[in-house]
């Protein structure tokens, strides 16, 4: 065997030091021969490296395609994904995907979806530009709403659909839904208030600072005028001029000392603008002590409203009632169609504009990729169109949908078209009469459009809880309408309920002893037979205004005022003697001491200019004294 | 432990090749590709063919790659910037980039990935240092020390490896 850097036989060494009589340099042969460019035996166990990875990508390929695939979605869609199945069709350019779970969201006990096969067939020309062109998509046996096995994982890693999630829980906690608050107003002896929660006592206390800080602003500009030290020369002057005269001190000297007078009268005088200077901007620091007092007064209240509520004292306010009874059912529903519009808009974003997005995950940093779009090009992902069938098999909507969707792409600038779905119920007889879901999301221009639509008629709607009470109302069969419009960052959302056979059924979980207002409540609302809610909510999607209106709240709203009405209005006198006193504890002695504030300066300012006229009067006497009345101060 | 020992043997059976610092110079610096950049990429599947069927060291491309490795995890900060500002930040380019990314073939590069294009620009720079770097290394190590270790001991155990019979494949 032959060792590394041995010499073959017959062939001298190629490199080493030189021996003594050799004049060939070190590391070159004596004899070069030229060696050839390519080795084109290296080309052997390339070949074979590439039957290893094609034997491996045969044994593991699908299996690492599918658990790629499932972590993909599972990041995109911000919900597990699961497939039980997948093989590849290379000579099809196609996909068959099987046993396809998508949890749903919003609730890991249930599927999203579950489709039962579902192949994708591809262009392949695309493909060697990394685009995805759906040339036909198969999805056969769909289900939603079915019960998982296990419950679904909660995706807390990065991507985006995660954060949109949370983004859509905290855009839900946003809104101050009202509680139906039904305790007995007799029950409310005594409010609990801590008046550091109060708005208008922390601004009094603060204000109280203030004024400490303008107070002690006042003395230092008192101090730094140094009064008595100007009016101390001037009286050491005239004590140093009294019973002089122009015979005793000359004509220079008479001159020296009305220069002396006229320079100290004129000392007197800056030192009284000064003060006139003080004056104002103590009358401003003032003034605007007292203009803060009033909005401590202002404060009051949002503290009165702060409270109402504390003590849970009922509204009589229609649409407050409305949104107690209805708001959390209504932001629900929104919340869920606006969630997966934010999701369309990030993978489905406006513009040609590079677009950047985390590189993939490898051991090595991930950096950013940076997808280019060029016009006339293929987009990184285009389904032209698929239809599917649909079994619901859970819930009051149960049955067979055909749904059908248009040019769903990554690039909707360069299809140019909107990506169009639609969902229609295939079967009657059941609890749904008739159910439409349709959706335009408008990418192509560069201010996106998303209109959803949900049209139901003849639906057994679902049922839902009356907050703050132990019953369920079950609207029976009625006609649910809801339309979603996201213009840009506008939200315009509508839902209405309409039912004529509304029930009601006592909620097992929540039995309990009512109490007198609740048992009014309830007497009126059971009284009730049909439903008429119409719920919006408009405005900048951030913070969208909801308002809710129905036939019940009415109800209860007129009833309450009825019977309760003089209760409350007595307890609402009562918070507000509470709050008035809690605040004027902490907002009297700094009224006070603003006042107190405003005389001492007004004291001081005054003060000050008397002896300063009196001094200036006294160097008058004193100037006119020597020069016989002949020369006087101006 | 062992692979630090593989690291050694395959350091001295390079420099002790019957390979011309020329050849073993352009396998380092074509393998350092292989450690510079995220290997899982078209580019590096080329430098793997080159490697192979090209008359160079494929041991010191094999050897780069390893001594490089952890060059490449250092360094991916500045290949990230590098790339970010070849992708996004200059903006003359950004024609070049539209086509490359839609253009058949060499969108499969993945050149579109900052790390990617700056850690392959960074090595296409260094190519030519690294190149000359080894090469010099070379001729210095057997002017210098080569015969000596050569006539040691620990050389032979070395060179007597199994190992060694496949590494011949592509001995230049």
């Not at chain 1, 998509?137 to 659909?161: E, N, W």
């Not at chain 1, 819930?395 to 248009?406: E, F, I």
């Not at chain 2, 770097?133 to 001729?139: E, N, Q």
């Amino acid at each position: 065997m032959s060792t590394a850097g041995s010499v073959r036989s017959g062939e001298a060494s190629t490199y080493g030091p030189p021996a003594a009589d050799e004049r060939a340099p070190p590391n070159e042969p004596t004899h070069r021969r030229r060696a050839s460019f390519f080795r084109w035996r290296g080309i052997t166990p390339l070949a074979f490296g590439l039957l290893i990875v094609g034997a491996l990508w045969l044994l593991f390929g699908e299996r690492v395609l599918r658990s790629t695939v499932e972590e993909a979605g599972t990041k995109a869609l911000g919900t597990e994904l699961d497939i039980a199945d997948l093989e590849i069709h290379v000579a099809q350019s196609a996909m068959e995907l099987g046993g396809v779970a998508i949890a749903d969201p919003f609730d890991p006990r249930r599927n999203l979806l579950e489709i039962k096969r579902l192949v994708v067939e591809l262009e392949p020309a695309p493909l060697l530009e990394k685009k995805l062109i759906v040339r036909r998509l198969t999805i056969g046996d769909v289900r939603t709403g079915t019960t998982r096995v296990t419950p679904a994982r909660a995706v807390a890693t990065g991507g985006f659909a995660p954060s949109a999630l949370r983004e859509m829980q905290r855009w839900a906690s946003q809104f101050d839904v009202p509680l139906l608050s039904l305790t007995p107003i007799d029950t409310i002896k005594s409010i609990v208030l801590d008046p550091t929660q109060l708005a208008s006592v922390k601004a009094a206390l603060a204000l109280g600072l203030r004024a400490e800080s303008t107070r002690t602003m006042l003395e230092q500009s008192y101090t730094k005028l140094q009064l008595q030290e100007t009016l101390d020369s001037s009286r050491a002057l005239l004590t140093r001029l009294q019973g002089v005269n122009v015979r005793t001190l000359g004509i220079a000297g008479a001159r020296t000392a009305v220069t002396d007078i006229r320079r100290t009268a004129t000392r007197v005088d800056s030192l009284r603008r000064r003060v006139e200077t003080l004056a104002a901007s103590g009358r401003v620091a003032v003034d605007s002590l007292q203009g803060a007092l009033r909005s401590v007064d202002e404060a009051r209240k949002s503290d009165y409203a702060f409270a109402r509520k504390l003590i849970k004292l009922p509204s009589f306010d229609a649409p407050d009632v409305g949104a107690a009874l209805f708001g959390k059912v209504t932001i629900d529903k929104v919340q869920q169609a606006l969630y997966w519009t934010t999701l369309a808009r990030q993978y489905m974003p406006p513009g040609l504009a590079p677009k950047q997005s985390d590189g993939p995950p490898r051991l090595r940093a991930a950096g950013t990729t940076v997808h280019f779009v060029a016009s006339q090009a293929y987009p990184r992902f285009l389904l032209r169109r698929a239809d599917v069938d649909v079994t619901v098999t859970d819930g009051p909507a149960r049955g067979k949908y055909v749904a059908a969707l248009t040019d769903v792409t990554s690039e909707p600038a360069l299809v140019g078209r909107p990506t169009l779905f639609a969902i229609r119920r295939s079967t009657t007889g059941s609890a749904v009469d008739s159910l439409r879901i349709t959706g335009n999301l408008d990418h192509a221009g560069a201010r996106p459009r998303d209109v959803i639509t949900v049209q139901a008629a003849g639906v057994e709607l679902p049922d839902f809880p009356i907050p703050g009470l132990p019953y369920r109302a079950n609207p029976g069969r009625g006609m649910s309408d809801m339309r979603l419009t996201l213009d840009g960052d506008q939200l315009s959302a509508r839902w209405t309920i309409v039912s004529g056979k509304l029930r009601w059924a006592a909620d097992s979980l929540a039995t309990r002893r009512l109490n007198s207002i609740e048992t009014l409540v309830a007497r009126v609302l059971t009284g009730v037979s049909g439903l008429q809610l119409n719920a919006q909510l408009t405005g900048a999607v951030r913070s969208p205004k909801l308002t809710i209106s129905s036939n019940l709240d009415r109800v209860v709203a007129d009833q309450l005022r009825n019977v309760v009405g003089a209760q409350v209005a007595a307890a609402e006198s009562k918070i507000r003697a509470r709050v008035d006193s809690l605040v004027d504890e902490k907002s009297a002695p700094v009224k006070a001491r603003i006042a107190e504030l405003r005389t001492e300066a007004d004291r001081r300012v005054a003060d000050a200019r008397a002896q300063l006229d009196a001094e200036t009067q006294r160097l008058d006497a004193q100037v006119k004294a020597l020069s016989g009345g002949l020369v006087a101060l101006p | 432990m062992l692979a630090l020992l593989k690291l050694l043997q395959s350091l001295v059976k390079t420099l002790h090749s019957e390979g011309t610092p020329t050849q073993i110079g352009l396998g380092v610096a074509l393998g350092a590709a292989l450690g510079m950049t995220p290997i899982v990429n078209a580019h590096n599947l080329l430098v793997l063919v080159l490697l192979a069927v090209l008359n160079v060291s494929f041991g010191a491309g094999m050897l780069a790659w390893a001594v490089f490795v952890p060059v490449g995890f250092m360094l991916d900060p500045l290949f990230h910037r590098v790339g970010h500002w070849l992708l996004i930040d200059a903006t003359s380019l950004r024609p070049l980039w539209t086509t490359w990314d839609n253009t058949p073939v060499l969108a499969l590069t993945n050149f579109n990935n900052t790390v990617v294009l700056g850690s392959v620009v960074i090595w296409l720079l260094l190519f030519v240092p690294i190149y000359l770097a080894s090469r010099f290394a070379v001729v210095r190590y057997r002017a210098t020390l080569g015969e000596r270790v050569r006539q040691s001991h620990f050389y032979r155990v070395l060179s007597a490896s199994q190992a060694y019979n496949v590494y011949r494949w592509f001995r230049p």
